[in-house]
């Protein structure tokens, strides 16, 4: 939500109380001023709040007044203002626009105007369609509604007129302009002005009262509320007292039929611990089975080694008998190619022999 900080204008406490917790309600940041003057002199120490809640009728400066002040400063002329005011009139609601003010709340404010005012400025701010600030001309020619006065001509005048015998009043030489200040006229501004004194020395009087009553209302309702919770502090602590001594005995009985239930449990737990120590029928059996299933699988296991010895040392064996074969045939043939030499070198000698016998005797016969 762009609206965020509001400043509540108004010289009631009990209507600046209430508003601002409808605003809170919203979670909006709340600044408050009891007078016009307070108001402008926040606004001018930089306090830029993104709404303001002008009240309309208030001592000295009134709403309108103010407004025309706040718009005629540059500065603060783009805040928008929402003046809260009892009047519904139509003509009332478009001349306060004409001054400058954005929306009308009506007092005392209510959750749903309030929403659909605050609704509305929200949208106008984030699309940007506030209206335009009046100019300073234009507020310098707005008059104020409020006041009562009797219409006269910017340049009349006025002078005291005595009656004559024949009832007629005599007009001043004056000019034009110039307006007799009859019984009637004196009368007509002399109860206009007593008019507006009583509705100002009355609209104080009411917030005095308001303000009153209000403070009166809030230390009578903070002193209710601190007697209450004392009373019931007090009640409350008796009460805790009367439970303590009331169920002080039950806590120990309940703490004695606990402890008696306990030793009951534990020493049945230790007789079933007893009866269960040692083995039993059925964790024999259970034990006979898992031995029976162990040396079963041992016996596999074991045949299951046997066999592959087994076969390891028919491989040993096939294997040192194929090289024991290998190497006494290698030696036969050995020693055969031995013997076939030792035969041939013999009859090569006997050979040579022979031919040496058969040179020798062919040498002897020829020679």
Known sequence: MAIKNALLVDDSKVARFALSKLLESRDMEVNMAGSAEEALDFLNNDGRPDVIFMDHLMPGMNGVEATKAIKGNPDTAAIPIIMCTSKKSSSFMDEARNFGVYNILTKPPHTEGLSLVL?????????????????????????DEDDDLVNLPGDASVELSLKTDEGASGLATGGSH???????????????????????????????????????????????RNKQEA??????????????????????????????????????????????????????????????????????????????????????????????????IDLFVAQQRSASSRVYTIG??????????GIAWLSGLFG
Do not use: C
């Not at 609704?119 to 008059?143: H, I, K, N, S, Y």
């Not at 008796?238 to 120990?252: A, F, P, Q, S």
């Not at 090569?348 to 022999?353: E, K, N, P």
């Open 178 to 224: 110039a307006v007799p200040l009859t019984s009637e006229l004196i009368e007509q501004i002399a109860r206009s002005a007593v008019k507006t004194h009583i509705n100002n020395r009355l609209h104080e009087l009411l917030s005095s009262l308001f303000d009153e009553q209000f403070d009166h209302l809030k230390r009578a309702l903070d002193e209710s």
């Open 119 to 143: 609704d509305q400025l929200d949208r106008d701010v984030t699309e940007g369609t506030l209206p335009e600030p009046p100019q300073f001309d234009a507020l310098d020619a707005l008059a």
């Open 231 to 328: 009373v019931i502090e007090e009640r409350l602590g008796g009460l805790t007292k009367l439970v303590d001594e009331r169920t002080k005995h039950l806590r120990d009985e309940v703490a004695a039929e606990v402890n008696l239930n306990l030793g009951r449990e534990l020493a049945e737990l230790k007789k079933e611990l007893k009866r269960n120590s040692g083995f039993t029928a059925d964790h024999m059996a259970e034990l006979k089975d898992h031995i029976t299933s162990v040396q079963t699988i041992d016996t596999e296991f074991w045949q299951t080694l046997q066999s592959e010895a087994i076969q390891q040392a028919h491989e040993i064996s096939r294997e040192t008998a194929e090289d024991i074969a290998q190497r006494t």
């Open 348 to 357: 090569l000698a006997a050979s040579l022999g022979i031919f040496s016998v």
